[in-house]
């Protein structure tokens, strides 16, 4: 019996181990989602300043990331909260703008260099260990007008400015993640039109984008390899999202249409760098060429890597980074009419949530511990015991300080964290809470709230409070292991 079968699919006992010695705990954020300052002192316009400010209608509250937590000012305060809570590594990205502000590396900002320069030193002066995002989502204006990452292009301009943070920050910084979550960024910004650049575009530009992606995580690699790691002595990797794929039931065509879905999502990304023989799963490759063909198409819309891409591209990583949050349940759909390409079509899944699975604020995030732990099995499964990063895990709600439901998705998931490391034996080496502030939730503005620590985005001043997730997350670090009575509260007075 396959491992995952033997995990119950009820909520389990709370795991009392402890975390394995040497085990780091953090919260993470990315620049455009806390910083503010968009056209301070030097930094240059990135796509989301300029979706937002462009279409504030298509932003839950008509909002954008102009002032966001101000952190940009403010970034001493997130530290000392950091130290307060004892955490261990803080996971930020950096914003490609404000270093390069008009995309390219011909001129540098030095205002972005001394900031970053700023808040790893602070880290460090803490004892926090700085992990850096190269990219998370926020591209250059500049270079978006010429397409982002369906321009090839796009595999030298990020070589350009990943150089740059090497040379400067290299020598402090050992964490490197080159992409958070490619598949958020190719299937809703190039595919769809939920994120920026909301090019629409499914079962072509997101493929063509994801294909460009990696060579630029392939090239960012290599650089890092050949020229810096032997100074700098650093890892590096990439950070991949999703959710677990149950099957709905035990039939043949929806066990396999639950693994294609997860082929589909996760291993798109995965196979090509994580897997020895590397390249798209084989699912992919053949179903795509199929419908393409179909639909009068003269070669696949997935692009073809050649031999030399493939090698160039497989083994590309020191660790995986996995943001996780939910699970869907996933069913075989019928081969829809040959109509417009469309990544759904191409993966033939119908997918739903369990309505009895309790929601947060935001309507795709619903609570299933034991899907984590079943994917963590399944990565550790089929990539040979990669070490995995937990870059992201966490629950949102709306505003408030007495946020009882996010102790609980925090305990659960922790619970089932340790079952993958203790029970199943998963490699996993840090986990990070999404995340250390509430900040601009892309698409849902300020409405859907993530943070540890409560920021108040109506006062210029953006003061922080501690929620009563932040003492329960102290806690945790302090003995490291799940505490056994939840006591957590905050000042009443403060209470939403
Ligand atoms: C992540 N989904 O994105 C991002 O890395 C963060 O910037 C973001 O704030 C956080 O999750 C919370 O949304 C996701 O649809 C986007 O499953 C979409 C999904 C999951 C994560």
């Known amino acids: 019996m396959s491992i995952l079968c033997?995990?119950?699919?009820?909520?389990?006992?709370?795991?009392?181990?402890s975390f394995p010695p040497g085990f780091l705990f953090g919260t993470a954020t990315s620049a455009h989602q806390i910083e503010g300052a968009w056209n301070l002192n030097g930094k240059g316009e990135n796509l989301w300043d300029r979706f937002t400010h462009t279409y504030p209608e298509r932003i839950l509250d008509g909002s954008n990331g102009d002032t966001a937590c101000d952190s940009y000012h403010k970034y001493k305060?997130?530290?000392?909260?950091?130290?307060?809570?004892?955490?261990?590594?803080?996971?930020?990205?950096?914003?490609?703008?404000?270093?390069?502000?008009?995309?390219?590396?011909?001129?540098?900002?030095?205002d972005g260099i001394r900031y970053y320069n700023d808040l790893i030193n602070?880290?460090?002066?803490?004892?926090?260990?700085?992990?850096?995002?190269?990219?998370?989502?926020?591209?250059?204006q500049t270079l978006q007008d010429l397409g982002g990452f369906s321009n090839e292009l796009i595999v030298n301009w990020f070589e350009e400015y990943v150089k740059v943070a090497f040379e400067h920050f290299g020598d402090r910084v050992k964490l490197w993640i080159t992409f958070n979550e490619p598949i958020t960024i190719c299937m809703y910004g190039y595919g769809r039109d939920t994120l920026a650049p909301a090019y629409n575009s499914s079962g072509i530009s997101d493929y063509l984008c994801g294909h460009n992606l990696l060579k630029a995580h392939a090239?960012?690699?290599?650089?890092?390899?050949?020229?810096?790691?032997?100074?700098?002595?650093?890892k590096i990797g990439i950070t991949l999202v999703s959710h677990w794929f149950e099957s709905s039931s035990t039939f043949q065509t929806d066990l396999q249409a639950a693994q294609r879905k997860r082929e589909f999502v996760f291993d798109w990304f995965a196979k090509p760098i994580f897997h020895p023989n590397g390249d798209y799963p084989e699912i992919m490759k053949k179903r795509i060429a199929?419908?393409?063909?179909?639909?009068?198409?003269?070669?696949?819309?997935?692009?073809?890597?050649?031999?030399?891409?493939?090698?160039?591209?497989?083994?590309?990583?020191?660790?995986?980074?996995?943001?996780?949050?939910?699970?869907?349940?996933?069913?075989?759909?019928?081969?829809?009419?040959?109509?417009?390409?469309?990544?759904?079509?191409?993966?033939?899944?119908?997918?739903?949530?369990?309505?009895?699975?309790?929601s947060a604020a935001s309507p795709w995030l619903k609570v299933v511990p034991w899907g984590f732990r079943k994917l963590l099995n399944y990565i550790s499964n089929r990539y040979k015991d990669v070490p995995i990063f937990i870059?992201?895990?966490?629950?949102?709600?709306?505003?408030?300080?007495?946020?009882?439901e996010r102790i609980d998705y925090y305990e659960q998931y922790l619970s089932a964290l340790l079952d993958a490391i203790h029970e199943d034996g998963v490699n996993v080496k840090g986990y990070a809470a999404w995340?250390?502030?509430?900040?601009?939730?892309?698409?849902?503005?300020?409405?859907?709230?993530?943070?540890?620590?409560?920021?108040?985005?109506?006062?210029?001043?953006?003061?922080r409070t501690k929620k009563a997730s932040a003492q329960y997350y102290t806690e945790i670090l302090r003995l490291r292991r799940l505490p056994k009575k939840k006591s957590f509260q905050i000042d009443s007075n403060f209470i939403w």
């Open 391 to 404: 870059t992201e895990n966490g629950f949102s709600d709306h505003e408030g300080l007495n946020d009882q």
């Open 435 to 463: 995340s250390l502030l509430d900040n601009f939730e892309w698409k849902d503005g300020y409405v859907h709230r993530f943070g540890l620590v409560h920021v108040n985005f109506t006062d210029p001043e953006r003061p």
């Open 6 to 17: 033997k995990i119950s699919n009820v909520e389990g006992k709370l795991n009392e181990n």
């Open 122 to 140: 602070a880290l460090l002066e803490n004892n926090i260990i700085p992990m850096i995002t190269l990219f998370h989502w926020d591209m250059p």
């Open 77 to 110: 305060e997130d530290v000392a909260i950091m130290k307060e809570m004892g955490i261990q590594f803080y996971r930020f990205s950096l914003s490609w703008s404000r270093i390069l502000p008009a995309g390219f590396s011909y001129k540098i900002n030095p």
């Open 219 to 234: 090239s960012a690699y290599h650089l890092y390899k050949n020229k810096y790691e032997s100074k700098q002595k650093g």
């Open 290 to 358: 199929f419908r393409s063909e179909a639909e009068g198409f003269t070669q696949s819309r997935l692009p073809q890597f050649s031999r030399e891409e493939i090698e160039y591209i497989k083994g590309t990583y020191d660790y995986l980074g996995l943001n996780h949050y939910t699970t869907l349940m996933t069913s075989d759909a019928e081969e829809d009419a040959i109509s417009d390409p469309s990544f759904d079509k191409d993966a033939r899944v119908k997918s739903y949530y369990n309505p009895e699975w309790p």
